[in-house]
């Protein structure tokens, strides 16, 4: 933890902390903008992939609701960008922030999901599913962790200003 402090108190040296954090009064609102589009698109498209393994939408097939995915990955580098800006711009605020500390834990989870679900099989056993066929119980438990991690994740981080008194 001494070493994240450490590099927290550097980053506050930054210009581009200074920037982030009222030095130009507009990259804030607009970080928030584009964090809540590339929100907006990681659970739209995800949550979709999410809901076909689950057995919604059964008259698709899952490959074809796969073909969404990247634009949910373009959405989670959008927040890895503008998720760092903020760290950047004012690290004391999230450092120990109880809500920061669990909002990153669950995108831990998530990410082990996501590995799993590629490196694991998971996505060779639906992907010659058609519409109307119904996933494998391992399919539906990743859509199920996935589904409750990233609603997690969003959880939160609108519980950042409430939880602490970093806000």
Not at 12 to 25: K, N, Y
Not at 76 to 85: A, D, E, P, S, Y
Not at 97 to 112: D, E, H, S
Not at 125 to 144: D, R, T
Request: charged share 5%.
């Amino acid at each position: 933890m001494q070493l994240l402090t450490q590099i927290s108190k550097w980053l506050m040296t930054t210009h581009l902390s200074h920037a982030v954090a009222g030095g130009l009064p507009w990259v804030w609102p607009l970080c928030e903008t584009l964090h809540f589009i590339g929100l907006s698109l990681l659970i739209g498209c995800i949550g979709v992939l999410d809901l076909r393994m689950l057995g919604f939408a059964k008259h698709m097939s899952i490959l074809s609701v796969h073909k969404f995915v990247p634009w949910g990955v373009f959405g989670f580098m959008i927040n890895v960008v503008t998720g760092m800006l903020f760290y950047i711009g004012a690290p004391f605020q999230y450092l120990h922030n109880f809500a920061f500390q669990m909002k990153l834990l669950f995108l831990l989870i998530a990410g082990v999901n996501i590995l799993y679900f590629y490196l694991g099989g998971v996505l060779h056993e639906v992907e010659a599913l058609g519409p109307g066929a119904n996933p494998p119980m391992q399919a539906k438990m990743v859509s199920l962790i996935s589904i409750v991690s990233w609603f997690m994740v969003l959880y939160w981080g609108r519980m950042l200003p409430f939880v602490g008194n970093a806000f």
